[in-house]
């Protein structure tokens, strides 16, 4: 169940850490966000390096749909309506300067790297088509309402955002971590102040990012009830039309669109990772209705962090904590947020100030109702008599039939059959009943 990405694209191996070493910024995660970070530092002169508990891009990064664009849903007028103008435009220029960034780096880099127009539209909401539009145009932002895409459905609306992009995140990789200081299969087991402890060497750091998709460290910054996680899946088609744009449903349980290459890349069937969802089931079903003469090449699998008002945490980890810096809850636009973080965290860690840094803090207000519907889904979980419980917060457990996995619907963990872990925020194994 390899993505397309995976099978196009080739990343170098690293050895693992095996003595204690010393470094000016530590960065613990290598998916995108955590690379981009060590690029970025690297370029400034900061001496850093990356350590992976696997290989990097081995979770997150390998299964994206990878549309670099600013347009993240109908997200604009929830910002106005929950911050401010101000809050909004700042999100939207942040992510315009990513979106450049990229445009620029992928000049040198061979990744497939394509413009293309981005549409978010709507089935059957007229009304929340023109308040996006409404939003856009307080910030002045030239966005259009489109009445029609070439798609197999009617819509009431879309809202383009013309000249943003597409391209393979591995092959982009694979072409910027060349004279990075990177070591996987190396985990870290527990922070003491700035020093990491790892099972073969200590790292001693003056500062550390956390970019290991949900942060690993409870204690601080209260993660475990401002972020929850999201299953969605994708399916390569062959011979099926060119769209030539990315389109996405405004609504959390819609369907995405983009080619690459000469496939056609359709997402969707989204639920709350330990939930019941529509899956492959609904993509399948959605490509024998529309696309009957195309074939599955591909299919993949991934989950995101979401934030209590979809908007990343990026910044100090907590007000509590010094010299710890994190970047998570990309909300399913991990392409620019990756790079939006990166951006800002290279900033920070040098002592700069960034005109973006109070949108993304991680130290706002948790005061927003998602956080009610966090706490209810933990408390159920905690009192649901079953095993196995998860071994991050206790939480219980329950079998993915499809993906053969135990799934964690508190925090979005998950583990095999047989009890390894494959996505945080565990941090080791489940141990089963009866396995030794």
């Not at 899956?279 to 696309?291: C, G, I, Q, V």
Request: hydrophobic share 35%; charged share 20%; net charge neutral.
């Amino acid at each position: 169940m390899n993505s397309v990405w995976k099978e196009k694209s080739h990343l170098p191996i690293y050895n693992s850490l095996e003595h204690d070493i010393k470094t000016e910024v530590l960065i613990i995660g290598g998916g995108l966000a955590g690379i981009l970070c060590n690029y970025m530092l690297t370029q400034a002169g900061i001496d850093c390096v990356l350590v992976e508990a696997d290989r990097i891009c081995s979770g997150i990064t390998k299964n994206t749909t990878a549309k670099i664009t600013s347009q993240h849903g109908f997200i604009f007028d929830k910002l106005i309506s929950e911050f401010d103008v101000e809050t909004a435009t700042l999100y939207l220029k942040t992510n315009e300067e990513a979106l450049g960034k990229y445009r620029t780096l992928c000049k040198t880099v061979d990744c497939d790297f394509e413009e293309k127009d981005n549409y978010v539209y709507s089935i059957d909401d007229t009304q929340k088509v023109q308040q996006e539009l409404t939003a856009l145009h307080k910030i002045g932002f030239p966005a259009q309402v489109i009445n029609s895409i070439p798609l197999p459905f009617s819509i009431a609306g879309a809202v383009k955002f013309p000249h943003q992009a597409q391209f393979n995140p591995l092959k982009f990789i694979s072409g910027i971590v060349d004279g990075l200081s990177i070591y996987e299969k190396t985990a870290v087991r527990e922070l003491i102040g700035t020093t990491a402890i790892t099972d073969h060497g200590k790292i001693k750091a003056n500062k550390i990012i956390v970019t290991t998709h949900f942060p690993f460290l409870n204690k601080h910054g209260s993660y475990f009830l401002k972020l929850y996680q999201h299953r969605s899946y994708v399916i390569a088609l062959e011979n099926a039309p060119y769209v030539n744009g990315m389109y996405v449903d405004e609504a959390q349980k819609g369907l995405s669109f983009r080619n690459y290459d000469n496939l056609l890349l359709i997402g969707g069937g989204d639920h709350r990772t330990g939930k019941q969802g529509g899956n492959f089931a609904e993509l399948e079903d959605f490509a024998k209705r529309y696309y009957p003469n195309c074939n599955i090449k591909y299919r993949w699998a991934t989950q995101d962090c979401m934030t209590l008002d979809s908007v990343p945490y990026i910044g100090a980890y907590s007000a509590s904590t010094s010299n710890l810096y994190v970047a998570t809850g990309f909300n399913k636009w991990g392409m620019t947020s990756s790079m939006v973080s990166a951006l800002l965290l290279c900033d920070l860690v040098q002592g700069k100030e960034n005109p973006y840094a109070c949108v993304f803090s991680p130290s706002r207000t948790i005061l927003r109702p998602q956080l009610a519907a966090n706490a209810f889904e933990a408390v159920m979980n905690l009192l649901t008599p079953t095993v196995p419980r998860c071994p991050h917060m206790g939480c219980a457990l329950k079998w993915n039939k499809l993906e053969h996995s135990w799934d964690c619907s508190c925090h979005g963990s998950r583990f095999a059959k047989d009890g390894k872990i494959i996505d945080n925020p565990a941090t080791g194994d489940l141990k089963l009943k009866g396995k030794k």
